[in-house]
């Protein structure tokens, strides 16, 4: 069964950079053309897809994120990150990865990781 | 971008009731449509994918049907345990939609 964990700092400072990993366990994220995706719910709000890495390592991020968005991955420890930069109240939210691809939506989620921007 | 319309907001039904939940799309978007279901606390759950597909392990109470823009996520007998919020999305071009939810509630 595929585990998604995520993990990271909980509390950042505005203008400093987020940084959360993803580990996944119980499969390779080098298998089976998926993409590994980070998706975040401010509190009491909707779900906002912040973008993704590719199987073959490639990007795509929101167009509203995109400057201050950068998505890695680490095949090696299985695992993939998030950064996000010059960061603000606005980005306080609970932050999720998952995995997924375009005709089968994203079946995989982490449990989730409540970032507070605050000084 | 493309945006994703749920309606209604939120509602409140009866165990046993028949739901149906409405996601419209701002173009088409052929097939890329997902459901999903988020308990309080909790990551959201795939329920269908590709506007009909129910995922493994989900009760066939839950269907989805629709194509273009329009969409349609039905619990045909409501239990319990799907008292719930529910999003739909778009997974047909960049960047990936979220609707705006809609909160089933117990009458």
């Known amino acids: 069964q595929l585990q998604l964990q995520e993990s990271g700092s909980g509390l950042v400072k505005p203008s400093q950079t987020l940084s959360l990993t993803c580990a996944v366990s119980?499969?390779?994220?080098?298998?089976?053309?998926?993409?590994w995706s980070w998706i975040r719910q401010p509190p009491g709000k909707g779900l906002e897809w912040i973008g993704y890495?590719?199987?073959?390592?490639?990007?795509d991020y929101n167009p509203s994120l995109k400057s201050r968005v950068t998505i890695s991955e680490d095949t090696s420890k299985n695992q993939f990150s998030l950064k996000l930069r010059s960061v603000t109240a606005a980005d306080t939210a609970v932050y999720y990865c998952a995995r997924g691809d375009d005709s089968s939506g994203d079946d995989y989620w982490g449990q989730g990781i409540l970032v507070t921007v605050s000084s | 971008d493309i945006q994703m319309t749920q309606s209604p907001s939120s509602l409140s039904a009866s165990v046993g009731d028949r739901v149906t939940i409405t996601c419209r799309a701002s173009?088409?978007?052929?097939?890329?449509l997902s459901w999903y279901q988020q308990k309080s606390g909790k990551a959201p759950k795939l329920l269908i994918y590709a506007v009909s597909n129910l995922q493994s392990g989900v009760p066939s109470r839950f269907s989805g049907s629709g194509s273009g823009t329009d969409f349609t996520l039905t619990i045909s007998s409501l239990q319990p345990e799907d008292f719930a919020t529910y999003y739909c999305q778009q997974s047909y071009s960049s960047p990936r939609t979220f609707g705006q939810g809609t909160k089933v509630e117990i009458k």
């Open positions: 890495i590719y199987h073959s390592g490639g990007t």
């Open positions: 173009q088409s978007i052929s097939r890329y």
């Open positions: 119980g499969g390779s994220m080098s298998s089976g053309g998926f993409s």
